[in-house]
């Protein structure tokens, strides 16, 4: 069984930067598209950046876009989600999540919560306006 741990959220005023990390556990990341979501309070939980397994392909929601990037290093097992530009609205509990079912192609990234399998406690991000 996969453990997924993020880290590095917290208090940024807005304008700032923070980098998530996502460590995971239990089985190697290598070979499995994850994607990083986040949950304000009292919306549903909503894609922020979605990664293949090998890292060359990448999707952002519209509203990080030009200011998020996620990454991956597969030797590591750990998933990052620099995020620059902090705004406001950008506060939430940021989630990573890892797909183990099997997918069509390898350059396949997935953006809906149904979609993954495993995922970690999250971590709180507070942007301060």
């Known amino acids: 069984q996969v453990q997924l741990v993020e880290s590095g959220g917290g208090l940024v005023q807005a304008g700032g930067s923070l980098r998530l990390s996502c460590a995971a556990s239990g089985r190697t990341i290598s070979g499995y598209p994850m994607g990083w979501f986040r949950q304000a309070p009292g919306k549903e939980r909503d894609i922020v950046a979605a990664i293949n397994w090998s890292g060359d392909n990448t999707y952002y929601a519209d509203s990080v876009k030009g200011r998020f990037a996620i990454s991956r290093d597969n030797a590591k097992n750990t998933v990052y989600l620099q995020m620059n530009s902090l705004k406001h609205e950008d506060t939430a509990v940021y989630y990573c999540?890892?797909?183990?079912?099997?997918?069509?192609?390898?350059?396949?990234?997935?953006?809906?919560?149904?979609?993954?399998?495993?995922w970690g406690q999250g971590t709180q991000v507070t942007v301060s306006s």
């Open positions: 999540a890892l797909r183990r079912r099997t997918y069509s192609s390898t350059l396949n990234y997935y953006i809906r919560p149904d979609e993954y399998d495993h």
